[in-house]
C-alpha cells in the first residue's frame, strides 16, 4: 500500500491579499526603476530591470506582504517596509551581476572567486548613485502603500 503525503502549502494557496500585494508591489518596482535610472552612469547596463523589478515585486508582494495577515496598522507598514528593502537590496544585487558579467566577458578579473566577489561591490556602487530621497520615498511609500492595501484586501474579501 503506497502511502501519499499531501503538503499543505499555504503560502502558495491564491488570496486577494497575495494578489494585491504582488500587484502593488510590482508597481512600486517599476516606479522606482524610472525614478532610478537618471541617477545612473552611462556604463551602468539596465536592459531588462524593469522586467526584474516587477519579477522581484511580484515574488516579495505575494510571498512577504500577501502572507502578513493585516493587524495593526503599524504592523502592516512595517511588513510593506521589509518586502520594500529586499525589492530594492535584490534588484541592487541584480544590478551589482550584470554590471560584474560585463566586466567579465572583457577578461577583467583573475579568477571565479574575484569575480563573485565583485558581485556585492558593484551593487554597492550602484546603490550610492541611486542613493537619493525621491527613489527611497517611492521604495518604501510604495512597499507601505502596498501592505496596507493589500490587508484591507484581506479584511474586505474573507
Known amino acids: ?5 499531501m503538503r499543505n502549502d499555504s503560502a502558495m494557496m491564491p488570496t486577494m491579499p497575495k494578489l494585491v500585494g504582488a500587484i502593488g508591489l510590482a508597481l512600486t518596482g517599476v516606479m522606482t526603476v524610472a525614478l532610478l535610472e537618471p541617477y545612473l552612469n552611462a556604463e551602468v547596463k539596465t536592459d531588462g530591470l524593469q522586467l ?8 516579495l508582494g505575494w510571498r512577504v506582504i500577501g502572507t502578513d495577515g ?24 541584480f544590478l551589482g551581476g550584470v554590471q560584474m558579467l560585463l566586466k567579465a566577458l572583457r577578461m ?4 571565479p572567486i574575484e569575480a563573485l566577489g565583485d558581485v556585492v561591490s558593484q551593487g554597492v556602487a550602484v546603490g550610492y548613485m541611486v542613493l537619493q530621497v525621491d527613489v527611497i520615498a517611492m521604495l518604501f511609500l510604495g512597499g507601505a502603500v502596498t501592505a496596507i492595501l493589500s490587508s484591507w484586501a484581506g479584511r474586505r474579501w474573507r
Not at 500500500?1 to 503525503?5: A, H, K, L
Not at 577583467?108 to 579568477?111: F, K, L, T
Open 108 to 111: 577583467r578579473y583573475d579568477g
Open 52 to 59: 526584474v523589478a516587477i519579477s522581484f515585486g511580484m515574488l
Open 70 to 93: 493585516g493587524g495593526r496598522p503599524g504592523k502592516t507598514a512595517a511588513t510593506g517596509f521589509r518586502a520594500a528593502f529586499y525589492l530594492g537590496i535584490w534588484t541592487l544585487l
Open 1 to 5: 500500500m503506497q502511502r501519499v503525503i
